[in-house]
C-alpha cells in the first residue's frame, strides 16, 4: 500500500499551509507556543489523529468479525507530550445494542487490548518509545 500527502505553505511562520491526501484537506499551522499563527492542525496533532482513526477502524473491524450488535464506536483520545515522555490514552466507548448477550459483553471488552495490538500507526509509534494506554468502556441501549 502506498500513501501520498502534500502540503503548499504560505506567509512563513506566522502563516498556515493545505495538507492534502487522496481523501483528507486540512488547514495545517505552527501552534502559537512556537510562534506560528495557530490558525490550523499542526504536526502532533495530526499524528494523534492518525493513530486515533487507525485504533478505531482496528475496533470496528474486529467487532464486525466477531458479529456483535455494536450500535456505535467513539473514540477519544488524549496526547501528553513532555520533554521526557509522549503518551496517547485511547478513551473508547462501545454501545452495543440491549440484546447483547453476556458472553458478547466480555468479548467486546477484549477488543480493546486487541484492537491495540492490532493498530499498526500505533505499533511504529510504539517502537518509537510513544506510550499507548486504552481505557475502554462498553455500555448498552
Not at 452495543?96 to 480493546?112: C, I
Request: charged share 20%; hydrophobic share 40%.
Amino acid at each position: 500500500m502506498q500513501t501520498n500527502a502534500n502540503v503548499v505553505w504560505h506567509n512563513g511562520i506566522k502563516g498556515n499551509g493545505m495538507l492534502k491526501t487522496e481523501f483528507l484537506d486540512a488547514k495545517v499551522a505552527i501552534p502559537t507556543v512556537l510562534g506560528g499563527s495557530g490558525n490550523g492542525a499542526f504536526p502532533k496533532e495530526i499524528l494523534v489523529a492518525s493513530v486515533t482513526t487507525c485504533y478505531t477502524s482496528v475496533l470496528v473491524s474486529m467487532s464486525e468479525l466477531r458479529e456483535l450488535p455494536v450500535v456505535e464506536i467513539s473514540v477519544r483520545s488524549e496526547a501528553s507530550i513532555s520533554d521526557d515522555e509522549f503518551k496517547i490514552i485511547h478513551y473508547p466507548h462501545m454501545v452495543l445494542s440491549e440484546s447483547a448477550t453476556d458472553k458478547q459483553v466480555q468479548s467486546a471488552e477484549r477488543l480493546f487490548a486487541a484492537a491495540d495490538k492490532g493498530c499498526v500507526v500505533g505499533n511504529l509509534l510504539k517502537k518509537a518509545d510513544v506510550k499507548i494506554e486504552v481505557q475502554g468502556e462498553i455500555s448498552t441501549t
